[in-house]
């Protein structure tokens, strides 16, 4: 965290200041500023809103355990189904031929799922798993790009009570073998191949050489064909399964749902860790499905005649909660696509959404930075009236992107709700309330009502409006990680140990620390500065780099930023700026001197970058994050580690020619 005594800085100036349009409130599914006294007058039973959205076989006969902090568990005694909930139950109430899966490939074949198809084939897929032998409390590995297969996997297995672990498509064999010996995982679903910029790309391959890493030998693995005539020609081995076979001899079969009690794990989902051994973080059944539902209600509007479009990855949790889950549990349509935004041309992603009439779209700021780059002729050529709310997701998003995102996208006339959360949060935690609450351009918002997030000193001690520090999360909350999977021991290090009294069993006395500094203002809106390691301490200044990439992407012509720390013998360390500027946009000394200039007006001259280096792209993982690692590698002149986990390995060498001819 930070060195010694030394604060977290903020400098950026306060955002404007935007209102939901009163159409937009009538509407709204909560629009009560009522709601943020109500929860935090009757806490925690004020989480029994977001239970009684879901079908209960066993009503719960507690709402909180608290009794044995951090290992906290919600809605005691209660049991459900999480499959039902998702699928069954919208069947019974009349809802059986609403469309559940709007699914697009990269070539623009569609699939389409009612609830209807979908009941019939998570239950012959349930029916499937049983007989290869997958009992309640196994753990299955799903290794999938984004095809409707994927989803119904997740909700097969929840159906019989066993918990998945989703394996993001992109990951590499080692990181599947990782992953699977960690949860002792002996249930393999994966596929063939899938499409990437209109080519087949060999993904069997692949699962097959994760497969030999996994020391406890595997039972089954089951392989969708997704490629068909592109595919590879692999023959499928002993214990490997053709999906459709499979459903073919299942086909017509019903599952009952197992119930399940209300913490009963319903999945594992890896993330990465300080140690770099990654984290199972383990989500449990009732508090998590709830917790889920209820967010996609307030914060993202969720009505179930809606065509709903979060554009993550499944693999990420943001795909879990807000594609799956969530909309799911309310019923919804939600949308899938399997390829990139800019195939075949940059303007995929709008004529996705002026052809399904999508209402909600929710994204991640690095995809609307591409978007800003790409320019606004794009969406132009796009109907997009059909949107009532917007929503981005994963990052810090800066003001000049926000607005952008909210004109050109939203036409001013949409709410933008910028979300922060984790996957170790489960859901939503930081937010506006779309039909309540102003939005300010950069600054997530205040604390949903229930969530007692704080900004908090080096000593624990709450700041004053205007400061920065460090977040903390003061209460439990129903989508909360349960422990990480079979090691209670660093879940409570990595998460409560910081601000804790980790010798207590008074549950006042644990904070949970989620490792971002974030500032406050009068109105207790969150503005988040970035993960804590993401600080730069120039001449004893703990700058966010959040703040300082804002300022950068404020300049007329920019579009993305990336800034890092390099040695400086005099400051400790200087500011790097890695800039991508909008198409046309000369990459000259007056760029680099605006670029200064916008730094010093916006934050002051102790920000002043180092360097200025204008470049393509940044390295970035396959999820969209920026390696900052490399970056800084880079600006010490250091030997650079590994990049295998990015998606662009090739940029890192080419920015580092350029800044050793600087």
Same mark, same amino acid.
């Given at each position: 965290?930070?060195?010694?005594?030394?604060?977290?800085?903020?400098?950026?100036?306060?955002?404007?200041?935007?209102?939901?349009?009163?159409?937009?409130?009538?509407?709204?599914?909560?629009?009560?500023?009522?709601?943020?006294?109500?929860?935090?007058?009757?806490?925690?039973?004020?989480?029994?809103?977001?239970?009684?959205?879901?079908?209960?076989?066993?009503?719960?006969?507690?709402?909180?355990?608290?009794?044995?902090?951090?290992?906290?568990?919600?809605?005691?005694?209660?049991?459900?189904?999480?499959?039902?909930?998702?699928?069954?139950?919208?069947?019974?109430?009349?809802?059986?031929?609403?469309?559940?899966?709007?699914?697009?490939?990269?070539?623009?074949?569609?699939?389409?799922?009612?609830?209807?198809?979908?009941?019939?084939?998570?239950?012959?897929?349930?029916?499937?798993?049983?007989?290869?032998?997958?009992?309640?409390?196994?753990?299955?590995?799903?290794?999938?790009?984004?095809?409707?297969?994927?989803?119904?996997?997740?909700?097969?297995?929840?159906?019989?009570?066993?918990?998945?672990?989703?394996?993001?498509?992109?990951?590499?064999?080692?990181?599947?073998?990782?992953?699977?010996?960690?949860?002792?995982?002996?249930?393999?679903?994966?596929?063939?191949?899938?499409?990437?910029?209109?080519?087949?790309?060999?993904?069997?391959?692949?699962?097959?050489?994760?497969?030999?890493?996994?020391?406890?030998?595997?039972?089954?693995?089951?392989?969708?064909?997704?490629?068909?005539?592109?595919?590879?020609?692999?023959?499928?081995?002993?214990?490997?399964?053709?999906?459709?076979?499979?459903?073919?001899?299942?086909?017509?079969?019903?599952?009952?749902?197992?119930?399940?009690?209300?913490?009963?794990?319903?999945?594992?989902?890896?993330?990465?860790?300080?140690?770099?051994?990654?984290?199972?973080?383990?989500?449990?059944?009732?508090?998590?499905?709830?917790?889920?539902?209820?967010?996609?209600?307030?914060?993202?509007?969720?009505?179930?005649?809606?065509?709903?479009?979060?554009?993550?990855?499944?693999?990420?949790?943001?795909?879990?909660?807000?594609?799956?889950?969530?909309?799911?549990?309310?019923?919804?349509?939600?949308?899938?696509?399997?390829?990139?935004?800019?195939?075949?041309?940059?303007?995929?992603?709008?004529?996705?959404?002026?052809?399904?009439?999508?209402?909600?779209?929710?994204?991640?700021?690095?995809?609307?930075?591409?978007?800003?780059?790409?320019?606004?002729?794009?969406?132009?050529?796009?109907?997009?009236?059909?949107?009532?709310?917007?929503?981005?997701?994963?990052?810090?998003?800066?003001?000049?992107?926000?607005?952008?995102?909210?004109?050109?996208?939203?036409?001013?006339?949409?709410?933008?709700?910028?979300?922060?959360?984790?996957?170790?949060?489960?859901?939503?935690?930081?937010?506006?309330?779309?039909?309540?609450?102003?939005?300010?351009?950069?600054?997530?918002?205040?604390?949903?009502?229930?969530?007692?997030?704080?900004?908090?000193?080096?000593?624990?001690?709450?700041?004053?409006?205007?400061?920065?520090?460090?977040?903390?999360?003061?209460?439990?909350?129903?989508?909360?990680?349960?422990?990480?999977?079979?090691?209670?021991?660093?879940?409570?290090?990595?998460?409560?140990?910081?601000?804790?009294?980790?010798?207590?069993?008074?549950?006042?006395?644990?904070?949970?620390?989620? $490792?971002? &500094?974030?500032?406050? @203002?009068? /109105?207790?809106?969150?503005? #988040?500065?970035?993960? !804590?390691? =993401?600080? *730069?301490?120039?001449?004893?200044?703990?700058?966010?780099?959040?703040?300082?990439?804002?300022?950068?992407?404020?300049?007329?012509?920019?579009?993305?930023?990336?800034?890092?720390?390099?040695?400086?013998?005099?400051?400790?360390?200087?500011?790097?700026?890695?800039?991508?500027? $909008?198409? &046309?946009?000369?990459? @000259?000394? /007056?760029?680099?001197?605006? #670029?200064?200039?916008? !730094?010093? =007006?916006? *934050?002051?001259?102790?920000?002043?970058?180092?360097?200025?280096?204008?470049?393509?792209?940044?390295?970035?993982?396959?999820?969209?994050?920026?390696?900052?690692?490399?970056?800084?590698?880079?600006?010490?002149?250091?030997?650079?580690?590994?990049?295998?986990?990015?998606?662009?390995?090739?940029?890192?060498?080419?920015?580092?020619?350029?800044?050793?001819?600087?």
């Amino acid at each position: 965290m930070a060195d010694g005594d030394t604060e977290l800085e903020a400098r950026l100036v306060e955002q404007e200041e935007f209102e939901p349009s009163e159409e937009f409130v009538a509407q709204a599914n909560v629009s009560d500023p009522a709601v943020y006294d109500e929860f935090e007058e009757n806490w925690p039973e004020c989480w029994e809103r977001a239970a009684e959205m879901l079908d209960w076989d066993e009503e719960y006969d507690e709402v909180l355990d608290d009794s044995n902090p951090p290992f906290y568990k919600w809605f005691t005694g209660g049991k459900l189904n999480v499959s039902y909930n998702c699928v069954d139950r919208h069947v019974e109430n009349g809802d059986k031929n609403r469309v559940a899966i709007k699914w697009e490939g990269e070539h623009g074949e569609t699939r389409t799922y009612t609830y209807q198809d979908l009941y019939r084939e998570v239950n012959e897929f349930a029916a499937a798993l049983r007989d290869l032998g997958v009992e309640e409390d196994d753990v299955v590995t799903l290794y999938m790009p984004m095809i409707p297969e994927l989803p119904i996997a997740m909700l097969a297995c929840a159906r019989i009570g066993a918990p998945h672990s989703v394996v993001f498509g992109g990951f590499s064999a080692d990181a599947l073998a990782t992953r699977m010996n960690s949860a002792d995982s002996r249930f393999l679903v994966t596929c063939d191949g899938y499409y990437r910029r209109g080519d087949p790309l060999d993904h069997l391959d692949k699962a097959n050489e994760g497969l030999d890493g996994v020391d406890h030998g595997v039972d089954a693995t089951v392989v969708v064909d997704r490629l068909g005539d592109d595919g590879f020609g692999h023959d499928l081995k002993g214990n490997q399964h053709d999906w459709d076979d499979l459903l073919d001899e299942h086909a017509g079969e019903r599952i009952d749902p197992v119930e399940r009690d209300a913490e009963d794990m319903l999945f594992l989902m890896y993330t990465s860790g300080t140690t770099g051994q990654p984290k199972g973080v383990k989500h449990t059944t009732g508090g998590y499905l709830a917790y889920a539902a209820w967010t996609s209600h307030a914060v993202l509007d969720i009505e179930k005649e809606d065509t709903y479009w979060c554009s993550a990855d499944i693999g990420w949790i943001t795909g879990h909660s807000y594609i799956v889950y969530g909309p799911m549990a309310l019923g919804t349509t939600t949308v899938m696509y399997e390829g990139t935004p800019d195939f075949p041309n940059r303007d995929r992603l709008w004529d996705i959404i002026e052809k399904y009439a999508v209402d909600i779209f929710y994204t991640a700021p690095t995809a609307i930075r591409a978007f800003m780059k790409w320019g606004s002729r794009f969406p132009e050529q796009h109907d997009l009236s059909s949107l009532r709310l917007l929503g981005t997701v994963g990052e810090p998003i800066n003001p000049r992107a926000w607005k952008w995102y909210y004109k050109h996208i939203g036409n001013e006339e949409c709410p933008v709700v910028d979300t922060w959360w984790q996957t170790e949060t489960g859901g939503m935690m930081i937010t506006t309330l779309p039909g309540i609450k102003k939005m300010k351009p950069g600054s997530a918002g205040p604390p949903l009502p229930g969530i007692d997030a704080q900004i908090v000193d080096t000593s624990g001690k709450r700041v004053d409006a205007g400061r920065a520090g460090y977040l903390t999360v003061n209460k439990p909350w129903p989508g909360m990680l349960r422990t990480l999977y079979k090691n209670d021991e660093r879940f409570i290090q990595e998460y409560w140990q910081e601000y804790s009294d980790v010798d207590s069993n008074d549950p006042d006395d644990w904070v949970y620390f989620p $490792e971002d &500094g974030a500032k406050i @203002d009068g /109105d207790d809106y969150i503005t #988040i500065l970035g993960r !804590v390691d =993401d600080v *730069i301490n120039v001449s004893g200044h703990r700058l966010g780099t959040m703040e300082i990439e804002s300022a950068i992407v404020g300049v007329e012509g920019v579009a993305e930023a990336a800034v890092v720390g390099g040695n400086h013998e005099v400051k400790g360390e200087a500011v790097y700026a890695y800039v991508i500027t $909008e198409e &046309g946009q000369d990459e @000259d000394d /007056d760029m680099r001197a605006r #670029i200064i200039e916008g !730094v010093e =007006d916006a *934050i002051g001259p102790i920000a002043r970058p180092e360097m200025v280096v204008f470049t393509p792209e940044l390295p970035k993982t396959r999820s969209g994050k920026i390696m900052r690692r490399l970056l800084e590698e880079i600006a010490n002149g250091e030997e650079l580690g590994d990049t295998t986990t990015l998606r662009n390995p090739e940029i890192v060498e080419s920015i580092q020619r350029q800044v050793e001819n600087e």
